[in-house]
């Protein structure tokens, strides 16, 4: 049971452009919500969080998204940069008897083109 | 800079080896840490929670036995992989949750991970 998915293994976006990044849950428990960004042969770096009780938290050029009624959350980058190139994942925060678990999406691979 | 960091980030070794992993907190110190897999296009599974001077909580599935978790002080945990095989072969991957309280420019109650290991059982 996938509770966490995101549908996009992979995105292409030009650089200087808007990247969308889409992630859905299916828990309604989930508390917190995370991106991390991820190069390879590297762990993930947490990037930005939103807690379940707001719809919008940005940093900069990353703004995160959340719509409960409909169980997703979305993360912004604009302007979109080659740096950015990497695999994103979102991961949903749960607590459970009294421990804080994380579960994390599939992943996307986004690639920024000159 | 690196906030956890994880060695080794590569070992090759013979099966029924046993390996140790070490995962240690640079910037805080961390009362819980995680193990956490990860098999080629998949995501990250959680194994085990390290508790800090306690037992691990392990995930439904991962054998205690196997995945040994020692969580001796507050800035180091080490997974140790014992009589490895082929199949216990992946990228396994440790984080450190900050405190939620406290100064300093780290995001409060967040796991920062480390770089992972890369482990393959011949």
């Known amino acids: 049971d996938q509770q966490v998915k995101q549908n996009s293994p992979s995105l292409s976006v030009q650089e200087g452009r808007i990247s969308i990044l889409n992630c859905d849950y299916t828990n309604s428990m989930f508390d917190y919500f995370l991106w991390y960004k991820k190069y390879p042969a590297e762990g993930p770096t947490f990037l930005i969080s939103i807690s379940s009780i707001k719809d919008k938290n940005e940093d900069g050029r990353f703004t995160v998204f959340l719509n409960k009624s409909a169980k997703h959350l979305s993360l912004h980058i604009v302007p979109s940069q080659p740096g950015d190139s990497a695999v994103y994942f979102c991961?949903?925060?749960?607590?459970?008897?009294?421990?804080?678990?994380?579960?994390f999406g599939q992943g996307t691979r986004l690639t920024i083109n000159p | 800079g690196a906030v956890v960091s994880q060695h080794p980030s590569r070992v090759i070794c013979k099966s029924g080896t046993s390996v140790k992993i070490e995962c240690r907190s640079l910037d805080f110190q961390a009362t819980t840490m995680f193990w956490y897999r990860q098999f080629p296009k998949q995501s990250l599974m959680l194994m085990a929670t390290?508790?800090?001077?306690?037992?691990?909580?392990?995930e439904q599935g991962v054998e205690k036995d196997k995945f040994l978790i020692n969580h001796a002080s507050l800035t180091l945990s080490t997974l140790t992989v014992t009589s490895a095989h082929p199949e216990d072969s992946s990228f396994y991957i440790c984080?450190?949750?900050?405190?939620?309280?406290?100064?300093?420019?780290?995001?409060?109650?967040?796991?920062?991970f480390g770089a992972g290991t890369r482990l393959s059982v011949l």
């Open positions: 984080s450190a949750r900050s405190p939620r309280q406290g100064k300093g420019a780290l995001a409060k109650n967040i796991q920062y």
């Open positions: 991961a949903a925060s749960l607590i459970i008897q009294g421990a804080q678990k994380l579960v």
């Open positions: 390290s508790n800090e001077g306690s037992k691990a909580t392990y």
